[in-house]
């Protein structure tokens, strides 16, 4: 049983990191410009360095593609820790998706195929918690819309949500009578993906601080 474990945690981690590691933001950025969107503005393979770069249709085409790498990998991960684990493990299924999640973020920060160099997670780890769970995605969601009605800054959207995302899956998975090990291990899952997040925001907090950082509908500099 334990070899079974071992397996299922490696497997889904590594099928997590390969698919995160695939940056739509750079393929759809040579592929229709012959250049690599990480030379231009913030230096990020993201949705939001792609849109102020290139437009709305390249945005679109990258937002399909991360969020749909992140949402194949949390599935996969599932099924992974279903067949590997059995139904009477400590750890349900869904576990499987959150560890997923996590390294999808890890390949798409840090991209294998790609120099080690690619974006901030927000769109991955969002696709990944739609398929987990989407109320707590549609009530993040609208926290986000929200603040950038206020604000029209998106990073720091995407800083709050991922503050609030552990303490709205810790309450949503106890309401569900999820088993505490599964509730806690989701948690915890959610507290990395959070703190990756913010981390990799870090840069965008600084120009928060100093009221430098980037609105929608500003003229660029």
């Not at 410009?33 to 849109?51: F, I, P, Q, W």
């Not at 099924?79 to 959150?98: H, N, Q, T, W």
């Not at 430098?212 to 500099?221: I, M, N, P």
Request: hydrophobic share 55%.
């Amino acid at each position: 049983m334990m070899l079974h474990a071992i397996a299922a945690v490696v497997l889904t981690a590594l099928e997590g990191y390969l698919l995160g590691s695939i940056l739509f933001g750079v393929l759809v950025s040579r592929l229709l410009y012959k250049e690599d969107v990480r030379t231009h503005g913030s230096g990020n393979a993201g949705m939001t360095n792609v849109l102020r770069t290139y437009g709305a249709m390249p945005a679109v085409l990258t937002i399909v593609g991360d969020v749909g790498k992140s949402v194949a990998a949390a599935f996969l991960g599932r099924l992974l820790f279903a067949a590997l684990l059995g139904p009477d493990a400590v750890l349900e299924p869904v576990c499987g998706m959150y560890l997923a999640a996590i390294f999808c973020m890890v390949g798409h920060s840090r991209p294998l195929y790609f120099g080690f160099k690619g974006g901030k997670c927000v769109l991955v780890g969002a696709g990944a918690a739609l398929s987990i769970s989407p109320v707590v995605c549609l009530v993040l969601l609208a926290v986000f819309l929200v603040q950038f009605a206020f604000s029209r800054i998106v990073s720091l959207g995407s800083i709050i949500v991922a503050a609030l995302f552990p303490v709205a899956t810790f309450f949503y998975w106890m309401i569900l009578g999820a088993s505490l090990p599964s509730v806690l291990f989701s948690t915890l899952c959610c507290v990395i993906m959070a703190t990756m997040v913010i981390w990799l925001h870090r840069s965008n907090i600084e120009r928060l601080k100093n009221g430098t950082e980037y609105r929608f509908g500003s003229s660029k500099k």
